[in-house]
């Protein structure tokens, strides 16, 4: 067959004619006019996606009615390729990509509302409060005043976080470092075998320390200040250990995030 060259014109966007094809869904039409308005929003590094980020934003807590439970946390998307708030976990499954904060139903593992981190802002006024604070708060907005039970690791716990929760309705359970700030100290002076848990509760928070194979620090407004008896593995069902309620329904409430990863 002979080869035959033409001059390739190239298409402007959305000049193709699948874009002027008749829409029978009204939504679908207004997408290539999100990126077309022409707005440039000076300081906002996603500003050529925020409106379509918004529409996923305003449509995702009008499909799910969440159950009590919620769980916040940070997931990664998989990108290679230059990007200024590009971030490296090595501890996750995705070490390289752009990471986002997440609010999920912990049922059902649905996303009811998300924001992606584009690195240290500086209009943002420094507090004592951390980031943790403001993303937690941030992604509750809509939620609070509903006495919802939320799940969070331990980047985002903190004592004045659940204290402020607390007022507006809305428990918290989560891991926590022992080197927060008001968190009790004497609580980690003595030595403790496996299976055994110190706790000290005031003001409607409980703070305890667990130890399994090592020291797990956790800070409730859920209650579960109870122990219970499990086999220590799945391997020694005749040998068991003691664990503190709140930590098997923090194990049972944050295991949305592993089914996300797997």
């Not at 000290?200 to 620090?217: H, I, L, Y």
């Amino acid at each position: 067959y002979p080869l035959i060259l033409t001059t390739v014109h190239p298409i402007q966007p959305y000049e193709c004619p699948m874009w002027q094809a008749p829409c029978h869904d009204m939504r679908s039409c207004a997408i290539p006019t999100l990126f077309n308005s022409g707005t440039v929003h000076s300081g906002d590094r996603l500003h050529k996606v925020r409106p379509l980020m918004c529409v996923f934003q305003e449509t995702f807590p009008k499909l799910l009615r969440p159950w009590k439970n919620l769980s916040v946390d940070e997931a990664m998307i998989t990108f290679d390729g230059r990007l200024l708030w590009k971030q490296y976990m090595p501890k996750k499954p995705v070490r390289w990509g752009i990471k986002i904060w997440c609010l999920c139903d912990s049922l059902t593992g649905y996303c009811l509302a998300f924001n992606v981190y584009t690195g240290r802002e500086g209009d943002v006024v420094a507090d004592d409060l951390g980031l943790g604070y403001r993303v937690v708060m941030g992604l509750m907005s809509d939620y609070l005043y509903k006495n919802h039970h939320l799940y969070a690791g331990i980047f985002f716990s903190s004592i004045p976080l659940v204290k402020n929760l607390l007022r507006a309705s809305t428990y918290y359970c989560g891991t926590i470092r022992p080197n927060r700030k008001f968190f009790p100290k004497d609580i980690m002076n003595s030595r403790l075998m496996r299976g055994d848990s110190l706790k000290q509760s005031a003001e409607g928070m409980t703070v305890c320390r667990w130890r399994d194979k090592r020291d797990v620090c956790f800070i409730s407004s859920c209650g579960g200040s109870k122990d219970i008896l499990k086999p220590a593995s799945k391997f020694t069902p005749d040998e068991f250990i003691t664990v503190p309620e709140l930590v098997l329904n923090y194990n049972a409430n944050m295991g949305v995030w592993t089914t996300w990863i797997s």
